[in-house]
């Protein structure tokens, strides 16, 4: 991959105190240069995660970032991730890419929702595309991809991942995340 690609990696910070989780994204390109920073906030137990990442990505104003790579799919306490609406929103590849096997969200959606709330995560979660395991630098991530192969997917998340499992754009934005999180609480 050419070194001056980039991709907007977007992770949260949760604190299960609060009641807003802070979001940031980072533009990183494929040769390891972060050259761009954004942040947000979405309610914990809410529904506006995406409509969050959709503001975060449209503030950030960047017509050359190819990729969006999210760090969850069910940010701030099961505040669901609606991909289908972020890649029509932006009109570019949607990742994401998750650290952890799991069996699923539903029986935890199940035991924290009721009625409505229950019904909609669950639609939202049924029509995420389908997760599958990456194995990246001798570490196994899970993906789901819209508007790639996923061979292309593939390609593109090991070439954003120099160490470990987490890609840069990733990684990069869940530190800012963190520090931005981290000032909130101390101011």
């Known amino acids: 991959m050419k070194a001056g690609v980039r991709a907007l990696g977007i992770a949260e910070s949760y604190h299960p105190d609060r009641d807003r989780s802070t979001l940031a994204g980072a533009v990183v390109r494929s040769d390891r240069v972060c050259d761009g920073l954004a942040f947000g906030a979405c309610t914990v137990g809410g529904t506006d995660a995406t409509d969050a990442v959709i503001d975060l990505i449209d503030d950030l104003d960047r017509p050359d970032v190819r990729y969006v790579l999210l760090g ?93 499992g987490r890609p840069e754009p990733i990684r990069v934005a869940r530190v800012a ?11």
């Open 72 to 164: 969850a799919v069910a940010p701030a306490w099961y505040n669901l991730l609606d991909l289908s609406r972020v890649h029509e929103a932006v009109d570019r590849p949607v990742l994401a890419v998750t650290f952890e096997a799991s069996t699923g969200l539903a029986a935890g959606l199940r035991d924290a929702f009721s009625d409505d709330e229950l019904e909609e995560r669950l639609e939202t979660y049924r029509a995420l595309p389908d997760r599958r395991e990456l194995s990246v630098n001798d570490e196994t991530v899970y993906v789901r991809c819209l508007d790639l192969e996923p061979a292309v997917a593939d390609e593109v998340i090991r070439a954003f991942t120099p160490a470990g």
């Open 177 to 187: 995340a963190r520090a931005a999180d981290s000032y909130v609480r101390s101011g």
